[in-house]
């Protein structure tokens, strides 16, 4: 994926010299191996910042809320569906973008790729679908495939679903995936196991609210857990409180969820959080037939009213 | 300094035999990191980690911390009194710390202990504590301890300093309560054994390093409306996760919980990234947007604790901070463009 990379910049630069947009929001090199720092250029000459590569797992459509230029922003599949229920949610104009698709194989899973090695992880590169994995006394070589990200192999909407340029030519979206393995297991287990598994999940949770903040969906002014007039959720480890936000932002979550793996990518102590979100989004798939962030025309099941609704409670 | 060897044979026995004068805490392996925990009976710390994912601050300054309590129960004898929470003051050692996180109470003690305020839980927790720190032999190539006044060896925080030497531990004495620690295990093996090797081998593994001499010239005002902030903060989330896991980290916030006829008075650790840090009761916040609170963070530990105490930066070098970061904020990025700022004509960024 990284000869992406020098069409972003062909791009970015084209929309900047023309004046089509204010900013232009990507990537540019990390300083740590598998990371890379969502940034803007607001100049032609400094598009040689913008870098794409499979550890671009971050959501750029974060970084749209509320903003007043014009912007390019570029877009995997995944932020390209946010960018549509932003655009649905009133918190971005299509107007004021140019999106820059970007045809996606996935990201790697850095935190699989750390717990394969007791050796620190130096650089991480690829090459012809191998990814070559260096520590100070070893390189290891993988299949790219073996290394994705959760998210990203269950992933059945890899192109962007709108976009106005194109880094690359799409690519073949993945076919008969089981999003749901997981999730049908957890449903078939009685009360108490369910319990004791949502104990487990979340014990290690410092309520850094990383998930949150990371999720392009999050953008209250004020989010329920810093309601303080009055307060509604405690502040401490309490482990009820701790599950309380995180049950109650998946519900936020509720049929607007693209599954991006941002959350569960930024958290700290690894917290598989998206067993929550995805739950919400296979009843919302189930319920509804519905996807999130894949039109501009249909509002999410969870904030519309249709008057031949099939329960007759709502009538 | 003695220098006292300690068979790994007979560390487990050592750690049995001190723990009826100790409550221990150590390096314990869950899920996918190490992080500090109390050691149950028996327990043994493990050493297999470069260093925990979140510091060991909270074995002094827990990240939930019950202060007072109280009962409006007026068949109690003192219903309606505030009173103090009982905690349990018994001695504790920390063994494995790395040296970095142990220097950093010393940097967190001139918030909670000193000629103006005596934090007494801070206080009390300290001042019971041993610590015992395991020398980094292998530094990862985010830290940089030996730029922040630190050291994969350094010992300044430390009672005992513990160097893995393959089938036994080097413990060198650097107090008289680590002294008191060693013989309460039964450890006494004098050795003439060097670690002055060791150490210089490990620090000469350190790969990054950070400038902060100037730091202290710079002008407060021209760094605060610099206009690099913007571009710095940009891909802030304003998590936590920094300061959370920042062993120098020391902002708490207080909250009443009540549930039915009682309550407790606590605190709770608090970050300049959230949203409700310095919220004025009128509403107003001075740090109201995310390039107010991303400067903040790195104003308080690279300008105003630099200026304020004339001791160097409010970093130990752990590196946390930056493996952490979802989104690659980088402290040693920052503090170089810090040290090298130099004001040109129309920067302002207020």
Known sequence: ?315 | MKVIKIDKKDWAGGLDKASSGYRFFGPVEDKECHNFKELDKGELPDFNFSNTRLSAKSVVFPQTEAMFEYSLDENEADHHLMKECRKNDAPRAVLGIRPCDASAFLLVKRNFDNPEYRDPWWVKAYESTTFAGLACNNPCASCFCTSAGCGPFDEKGLDVLLVDAGDHFLAKVVTEKGRKMLAAAGWNAETDADIEALKKDAESKISSFVPTDKLKDKTTMELYNAAFWEEAAFACLNCGTCTYSCPTCWCFDIQDESKGKSGIRMRNWDSCMYPLFTLHGSGHNPRGTKIHRVRQRFMHKLKYYVDKYGDGIQCVGCGRCIRLCPVNIDIRKICEKMNSYEPKAGDCNR
């Open chain 1, 1 to 315: 994926m990284s000869n992406y990379t020098d069409k972003i910049r062909e791009i970015s630069e084209r929309l900047l010299k023309e004046g089509r947009v204010d900013m232009v929001i990507g990537f540019k090199q990390g300083t740590m191996p598998m990371m890379n720092e969502p940034c803007f250029v607001k100049k032609p000459e400094d598009v040689s910042k913008l870098v794409w590569d499979s550890h671009c797992g971050i959501n750029l459509a974060n970084y749209l809320t509320d903003r007043k230029e014009k912007i390019g922003v570029i877009a995997k599949g995944c932020d390209s569906r946010n960018i549509v229920t932003h655009i649905i949610e009133n918190k971005i104009k299509r107007e004021q973008l140019v999106i820059i698709g970007v045809p996606c194989k996935g990201m790697i899973d850095r935190r699989k790729i750390a717990s394969m090695s007791d050796a620190e992880i130096l650089s991480v590169a690829e090459q012809n679908g191998k990814v070559i994995v260096k520590t100070k006394d070893a390189e290891k070589r993988y299949e790219r495939t073996d290394l994705l990200q959760k998210n990203c192999a269950l992933c059945v909407h890899r192109n962007p679903v709108i976009y106005d340029e194109l880094a690359a030519d799409l690519v073949e979206e993945q076919k008969n995936v089981d999003r749901y393995a997981d999730i049908r297991e957890i449903e078939a287990m009685p009360p108490d196991e369910k319990w004791h598994l949502f104990d487990d999940l979340f014990s290690a949770c410092i309520r850094c609210y990383a998930c949150r903040n990371a999720c392009p969906l999050c953008y209250c002014p004020t989010c329920f857990v810093d309601e303080s007039r009055p307060q509604w959720v405690g502040k401490s480890t309490d482990p009820i409180d701790t599950k309380t936000f995180h049950f109650l932002r998946a519900y936020h979550c509720a049929g607007r969820c693209t599954d991006c793996g941002a959350c569960e990518r930024a958290c700290p102590v690894g917290i598989n959080m998206r067993l929550l979100t995805r739950k919400l989004e296979k009843d919302c798939f189930e319920s509804f037939g519905w996807e999130a962030g894949l039109s501009l025309d249909q509002r999410p099941p969870l904030d519309v009213y249709k008057t031949n609704d099939p329960e007759d409670f709502i009538k």
